[in-house]
């Protein structure tokens, strides 16, 4: 999803080759972060895993830079999806607005509660 924004046209198995897990199963933070900076990836030497915060997600949205939002699901597995936006309501509630591959094939839509998913990285892509 981000690399299709950045004008990257590169299938799975190619972002998967970059990423060089090797193991046929699910990807590290950190080989999802070399993807993003590798000049045959996505060609954005900035990127980089950083703590989850709201105000990190302000200023990357802000910016004009969807991000990865990393989370643990229910079953305790990590999970990546792109945050593309956010909102604050006039009661202070902070909302981001996800796309989410899940499920495969079909992919979601929605906005997300901050503070109700254990997010547990956020990676910034960025020159």
Same mark, same amino acid.
């Given at each position: 999803?981000? *690399?299709?924004?950045?004008?990257?046209? =590169?299938? =799975?198995?190619?972002?998967?080759?970059?990423?060089?897990?090797?193991?046929? &199963?699910?990807?590290? !933070?950190?080989? =999802?972060?070399?993807? !993003? +900076? *590798?000049?045959?990836?996505?060609?954005? %030497?900035? #990127?980089?895993?950083?703590? %989850?915060?709201? *105000?990190?997600?302000?200023?990357?949205?802000? *910016?004009? +830079?969807?991000?990865?939002?990393?989370?643990?699901? #229910? $079953?305790?597995? %990590?999970?990546? +999806?792109?945050?593309? &936006?956010?909102?604050?309501?006039?009661?202070? $509630? +902070?909302? $981001? #607005?996800?796309?989410? %591959?899940?499920?495969?094939?079909? &992919?979601? =839509? !929605? $906005?997300?509660?901050?503070?109700?998913?254990?997010?547990?990285?956020?990676?910034?892509?960025?020159?």
């Amino acid at each position: 999803m981000i *690399a299709s924004y950045y004008n990257k046209d =590169q299938t =799975q198995d190619y972002i998967y080759g970059i990423m060089d897990e090797g193991d046929g &199963g699910g990807v590290s !933070y950190s080989s =999802q972060v070399n993807y !993003y +900076r *590798a000049t045959n990836g996505c060609d954005k %030497p900035g #990127s980089d895993d950083v703590d %989850p915060s709201f *105000a990190t997600v302000v200023s990357e949205i802000d *910016a004009g +830079r969807p991000m990865v939002s990393g989370i643990d699901t #229910s $079953l305790g597995n %990590p999970h990546v +999806r792109v945050c593309r &936006g956010y909102t604050t309501t006039m009661y202070g $509630l +902070r909302y $981001l #607005s996800i796309n989410d %591959p899940w499920p495969v094939g079909d &992919g979601d =839509q !929605y $906005l997300e509660n901050w503070g109700t998913t254990n997010h547990v990285t956020d990676i910034i892509v960025k020159d």
